[in-house]
């Protein structure tokens, strides 16, 4: 599918919500899923490639941001491709 990348840099596929790239926000951007993969496409680029998640409102976080804009966000959502982060005593 194509659409418009918006301001929360995600892109809802069945439910679930998967990360992208922020340098996109505003601009269109092709998702494509598989029965493995979702891989979010922008200029001749990839900006997004997750593992596809079956569960239902689930926000996956990409595990290696590209953007430095995407860093210490992860810990707030629940990610089906990475584990929780540990706490450091």
């Given at each position: 599918?194509?659409i418009?990348?918006?301001?929360?840099?995600?892109?809802?596929?069945?439910?679930?919500?998967?990360?992208?790239?922020p340098?996109?926000?505003?601009?269109?951007?092709?998702?494509?899923?598989?029965?493995?993969?979702?891989?979010?496409?922008?200029?001749?680029?990839?900006?997004?490639?997750?593992?596809?998640?079956?569960?239902?409102?689930?926000?996956?976080?990409?595990?290696?941001?590209?953007?430095?804009?995407?860093h210490?966000?992860?810990?707030?959502?629940?990610?089906?491709?990475?584990?929780?982060?540990?706490?450091?005593?």
């Amino acid at each position: 599918m194509r659409i418009r990348l918006g301001r929360d840099y995600f892109v809802r596929i069945a439910g679930s919500d998967y990360s992208v790239d922020p340098v996109m926000v505003g601009r269109m951007v092709d998702a494509v899923a598989d029965l493995g993969q979702v891989t979010i496409t922008g200029d001749g680029r990839t900006l997004g490639s997750h593992v596809r998640c079956w569960a239902s409102a689930v926000t996956v976080i990409d595990p290696a941001p590209t953007s430095k804009r995407l860093h210490g966000c992860g810990s707030r959502f629940l990610s089906a491709t990475t584990t929780p982060p540990r706490r450091i005593r």
